[in-house]
């Protein structure tokens, strides 16, 4: 297993092209704007090799028998499903921010189910490709993006029905040696500091769309690849300090690009679904399900932090032991702690697959990210409410840092005061930070946007049933 460190100087050994403000960046362990992304995702490393971590944070691998970083291990119990949404609220806690190495871990582990079950239907040898690119992956610690959502074009078309065949991720040329890809995926979290990607489908494929049912692994700096990487709210203050970010280590999100495919070659032995079109509708569910039991870790785990600095911002503002503030307080927390009673819940209720790993309750880790999309916005919205009007208006740091005019600002941004100015202005920033924009667009639509999850809840939920249990309660005979 890599430390922090050690992984940091990994990503100095590739290459990616990424581009950020039209500009080429060199490296990015050391880019302003890249810089807290990879503390946060090297913070998965450091705990990892932290005695005091050891139960959530590794495993043993069932590839090798090797203990492993847990973001490389395929589920192997009920404890294993558990320990994952542990692991992510204690790693959240720690960031305040996401940590990026879930979307690939996720990935993984839908694809050993689905390459087993393809290869059992069609005698295809994917799954034993994929174990060996898993083994490789867990030998040398390494991360991985998970690259699902393609650009998608007209929302209403198929894939192959796209005016531009690129808009979805599909094969070009089918080679003695492998194949050529041409695409991009969207809104890939950690994908500008991970060492490989995981390309999956984005959708249910249909007869036609066979060149779409494309899965396979590929190095971020491979040839004909090129990142482009988003902005955020706020994104420019890391340039003019740290007060300011509120979070100036680890960021907001996970720092996001846009990855375009142009022409690029997978050896056949980094290819794990050619065609299969007919495994695309599951293999993607089965993807979103585990991606949506995170939300109750790590979101809760942000929260832990956002529900501390706004009882903070209470105390520093005098209204903390207020009876309709603490009530607000114990909303937050049911809120967060709903999300995270979900997650438990569909990883308690995981079975085990014909393939040997196990998998979460479809249904219950659907519950979990259609909380998540409703749950952070309301957490958000007391904060601010707790908070104040100040999270809006605040003055510049360099303002703060101004003999002319930081005495001002440190006189008349007193609330409580036990308190300093400073520091009611450095939790007030931390607030506003995690409770802006960039974050609640993550709530909504990581992971699927919430018609997604509502689509999954009412095919799981078997309604014939419920119907059932009405006719005969009623004594109605159909
Ligand atoms: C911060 C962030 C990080 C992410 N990280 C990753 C990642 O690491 N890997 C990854 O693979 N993906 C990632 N995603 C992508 C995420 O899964 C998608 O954003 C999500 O699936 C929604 O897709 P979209 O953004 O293209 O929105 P759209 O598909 O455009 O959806 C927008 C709205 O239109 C609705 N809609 C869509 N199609 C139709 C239709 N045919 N008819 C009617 N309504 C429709 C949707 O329900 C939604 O309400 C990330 C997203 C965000 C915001």
Redesign the pocket.
């Known amino acids: 297993m890599m430390t922090g460190n050690e992984y940091k100087e990994s990503l100095r050994k590739i290459h990616p092209r990424i581009y950020y403000m039209g500009e080429k960046i060199d490296c990015v362990v050391d880019h302003p704007m890249i810089k807290p992304h990879v503390n946060s995702a090297a913070m998965t490393y450091d705990l990892a090799c932290d005695p005091m971590y050891e139960n959530l944070m590794t495993a043993t691998s069932h590839l090798t028998g090797k203990k492993v970083n847990r973001f490389t291990h395929i589920h192997q119990s009920i404890e294993d499903l558990v320990n994952k949404v542990k692991m992510m609220r204690m790693i959240a806690q720690k960031t305040g921010t996401c940590f990026q190495r879930c979307?690939g871990f996720d990935a993984m582990n839908a694809t050993f189910i689905t390459t087993y079950n393809m290869d059992k239907k069609y005698g295809t040898n994917y799954h034993e490709r994929f174990k060996k690119w898993m083994t490789y992956v867990q030998e040398n610690d390494l991360m991985i993006?998970?690259?699902?959502?393609d650009v998608?074009g007209n929302?209403?078309l198929k894939p192959s029905k796209q005016a531009d065949p690129d808009l979805f991720t599909h094969v070009v040329e089918k080679r003695e040696d492998g194949v050529v890809i041409c695409g991009a995926?969207?809104?890939?979290?950690?994908m500008a500091n991970s060492h490989e990607m995981l390309i999956l489908p984005?959708t249910n494929l249909l007869d036609g769309d066979q060149d779409y049912a494309i899965a396979c692994a590929v190095p971020v700096d491979a040839e004909g690849i090129t990142h482009i990487f988003g902005r955020q709210t706020n994104d420019q203050r890391r340039l003019q300090g740290d007060l300011d970010t509120g979070n100036s280590e680890y960021a907001i999100?996970?720092g996001?690009t846009l990855t375009v495919l142009d022409h690029v070659f997978v050896p056949w032995d980094r290819v794990f679904m050619c065609g299969e079109t007919d495994f695309a509708q599951d293999y993607v569910a089965r993807f979103a399900a585990y991606h949506r039991q995170n939300y109750g870790g790590c979101k809760v785990g942000n929260s832990d932090v956002l529900i501390g600095a706004t009882s903070m911002i209470a105390k520093m503002n005098g209204t903390r032991k207020n009876s309709l503030i603490k009530d607000k307080l114990t909303e937050m927390i049911h809120l967060a702690e709903t999300m995270y009673c979900c997650s438990l819940a569909c990883s308690y209720e995981g079975v085990k697959e014909e393939a040997g790993s196990y998998y979460v309750n479809t249904l219950l880790a659907n519950e979990v990210k259609l909380n998540c999309t409703r749950n952070m916005y309301e957490i958000s919205r007391l904060a601010h409410d707790i908070a104040g009007g100040f999270i809006a208006t605040l003055p510049h740091e360099w303002d703060l840092n101004n003999p002319e005019t930081g005495k001002w600002i440190e006189k008349f941004f007193v609330g409580n005061e036990e308190y300093t100015a400073r520091d009611r202005i450095k939790i007030a920033r931390l607030l506003e930070n995690m409770s802006g924009g960039?974050a609640l667009?993550?709530s909504m639509?990581?992971?699927?946007?919430?018609?997604?999850m509502k689509v999954m809840i009412l095919r799981e939920s078997n309604v014939e049933q419920k119907e059932q249990f009405a006719m005969d309660l009623a004594h109605v005979k159909l």
């Open positions: 979307v993006a998970g690259a699902m959502t998608k929302r209403s995926k969207a809104h890939m979290t950690g984005t999100v996970g996001e960039t667009a993550e639509h990581g992971a699927g946007s919430p018609q997604a």
